[in-house]
């Protein structure tokens, strides 16, 4: 059976966390305030301490913490708090003179830092900003004004970035890395800490870096553990396993597969190294915490940490923690699971309460996947009430849980001290450079004796980014408590407000300006639903039913059509034709929205028939899906505007309209790769403009289109409307291209079809008519020495191998500047290495079969080819025992995309070292070849974004992302060149192409005058 790993049955603790996954934030919130209810004298209490400590933070934080003082001046929501941030982690990591100075150039002249100067009381941030500034260093003092230093700025940096120039910014930088980071070793951190710890703090040391990318990344992220566990267990002198240093371990940095979908893999292979670290904590007797990551990693967290709190070689350990994220809806829940956990196993688990560092992102993928809602709440207020229903509940099971509540929030620390009592068996935690003038206040025998636990990330500065953007963007917005308690501006009374009294008196709770997924588009036009790949609840049916459609096949194949029959559906679209045309656009776009909600009813069906037919994966068949019904919902919304009569301003007395009719009969031509959405994209439009339409889907594919063709018919379409053409191109399309009554063409698939259609209709008597043709494209994408490399090779290998390489926007050249060449290729082939090979009906794939034995013998034919011609990189190995059309992924260094001859379709991906000077050579390459379909940016220098976006003939440009999935309406797809004519599907200009304009001009005034304008009042 299919995935059988995955419809497994679920404990009903479990069950309970998946059901509040994304659940109905208003509901939870009603039932979040009840939990979180507290008496009138309690608030009080909690008000009155939290008041107090604000007045203290501000009375000391003068000169006091360097960071806090610099959260404040550089409000990192801001445009210089920003630039500073990309500025400092950027050179860091850039290792070329050229591409650091055009970040210097792009960051510090287009920002105002004169502001900032002389302004804070703190030494720390004075110096930072006068680095920054850049004066004293290489300008006379008559230079440097304090009036004009912008223009000092610009003034340095224009003269072309002299290396005393870089140098000064680098030192800013390094000032500025030794506030965010404890020390670039564990040794050093840890002697760095001992200031801290004489005042009674603690401390838990985070390893800089994120997920594992490659199984090398994964082994130096292991070994990293490893080493801070031996060297904190050599130097620590605590008896008390709360009172000694810990570490916190991220389970992705320890896995390069830590995803949902590899959850076999990752149980089996990812816990016995993770048990490994923690038997050597619990022999160092030091504290050992799980972090908590991104929200759809939690199930898969939840099963590692339950097998290590089972394990009976971790018995009688209390050093054992686990970290919860209360802005996520299930927080509660998973206190709960740990709390029965814990009991089950009668151990007693340290358990870190923090609010949450992902926040913008779980929005942000919510909305891209069309999930159902947000594993987080869309208010800060509302994850404070859920923090305080997390406390009351881990304060209520001291007896297996030892509390660690993490906060930089006054009044959340006050409500911990208030709902606590004398109980003191607990700590607080902070990050490393934020909340030391909150916690002076806790920490130490004159204060509430209370200890606090410092979370320290350690490791080189060039590592910083990641944890920069999760942690410091958050803390450091203008909106955060951390910014806001030094801020002198903000009421005192409005930082110590009660949360639940601020949602309590809202009418609408969820944030009114963060839509659900399925509204991000508005109104009229519904996100196309997802599935949560990481929800058995929501995955779980449909597994099921590919399972029994794989039992039992129920597929069938239309029959190829001859001539005779194609004429004869041409003859029956011509007799239709006259009764379409009368038909509203108000009755064709409530035809084409019924046929949007059947897709979403036929999901498991389709998708059965997309994985099958189509040889996508179960994520490309969701996607392909999803793209089908947004181009239905989109051309509908278009349609209602597009084609309703305008009336036109003229001289009085005439009365101008302007319409839009459709054209008439129109052949529809799709291709293999997308058997759904781009059919029906196509037929779509082409009804929506009012035309009869033909559709010939590719001979690969032709049961696909004709289940779509049976759904429309059910959408209320007349049959003769629309009639599927199945058959190869030699017969159905030859028959179709070649008949005078069509009068629009449509046509997505390869140049050189795409040239003979458009010469046969050239040399055509009759009528001139429309041809949109969508072809290939050399696709390439240029990544500088600026970029990411984590993101980078993500993004890699999602365009150039996701859909086993076969779709237009595909990655085909990728250009690297060969500063950073070496490094980024080596993860490239480490990358490559972790991709799953096999069958399309199982989650775990992420490669799939090529189409058919043509296409396979093709890509063969070109790997030999390269092998002769280019230096091969990395060759992916297929299993053993796979049968079926499966081309294992390869990447070869070639010289020039001019080297290639032609577009590559399928998972080939050549890769071309280029030197920053050579940027132009580069364009004109990629220019001249003719191509113009996508193209990829990875640059953090946005000026040089903007200056290759604006040299290059391409219709489609992603910069910093990956360069498919194109979305309908979002981003509108098509190239020019060879790779098409436009207008761009899923674009606004689309549904006109398929349409004749009419104007009408009426005389209003020719039988008796102009009584509009006799009629008219004075004023």
Known sequence: MANADFLVDLPIEREQIYKAYRGDEAAVIEQLLDEAKLEPIQLENIRNTARKFVTDVRRRRVG??????????????SEEGVALMCLAEALLRIPDSSTADSIIRDKLTAQDWEQHLGKSKSTFVNAATWALMLTGKVMSPAEISPINLSAVVHKLVQRGGEPIVREA??????????????????????????????????????MLGEEAITQPDADRYFANYMHAITVLGDTSTEQDIYASPGISVKLSALHPRYSWDQRTRVLSELYPRIKELAVAAKNAQIGFTIDAEEAERLDLSLDIIEKLVADSDLQDWAGFGIAVQAYQKRAPLVVDYIINLARKHERRIMLRLVKGAYWDAEIKWSQEKGLTGYPVFTRKASTDICYIACVKKILAATDVLYPQFATHNAYSVALVLELAGDYKDYEFQCLHGMGDALYASIVGNEQYDLPCRIYAPVGVHKDLLPYLVRRLLENGANTSFVNRIVDEKAPIEDLIGSPCEKIADLSFKPHPKIPLPVAIYGEERPNSLGIDFT??????????????????????????FNQEEVSAVIDRAAAAQQAWCLVTTADRVKYLRSMARLLEQDTNQLMYAIIHEGKRTIADAMAELREAIDFCWYYAERAEGDFTEQVLTGPTGELNRYSLHGRGIVACISPWNFPLAIFLGQVAAALLAGNVVLAKPAGQTPGIAAMAVVLLHRAGIPEDVVQLVPGYGSIAGESLINDKRIRAYIFTGSTATARHINQVLANRDGPIVPFIAETGGQNAMLVDSSALPEQVIKDII???????????????????????AEHMLQMLAGAMDQLVIGDPFELATDIGPVIDQVALDKLIEHRELMKREARLIHACKLPDNLEGTFFAPCAFEIDSILQLKGEVFGPILHVVRYRASDLDRVLDDINTVGFGLTLGIHSRVDSMAEYIIKRVRVGNIYVNRNMIGAVVGVQPFGGEGLSGTGPKAGGQYYLPRLANEQSVSINTAATGGNASLMCLQED
């Open 169 to 206: 910014v680098m030192q800013a930088m390094r000032i500025l890395g030794k506030q965010f980071v404890m020390g670039e070793t564990i040794e050093k951190a840890t002697v760095r800490a001992k200031e801290h710890e004489k005042k009674g703090f603690s401390y838990s040391y985070d």
């Open 64 to 77: 006091k913490s360097g960071l806090d003082a610099f959260l404040f001046e550089y409000d990192l929501s």
């Open 798 to 820: 999602l365009s150039a191998f996701g859909s086993a390489g076969q779709r237009c926007s595909s990655l085909r050249v990728l250009y690297v500047q060969d500063d950073v």
């Open 535 to 560: 929800n058995p609840l929501e995955y779980g049916q449909l597994l099921s039913d590919l399972n029994t459609h794989l039992e039992a096949p129920n597929f069938s194949r239309p029959v190829d």
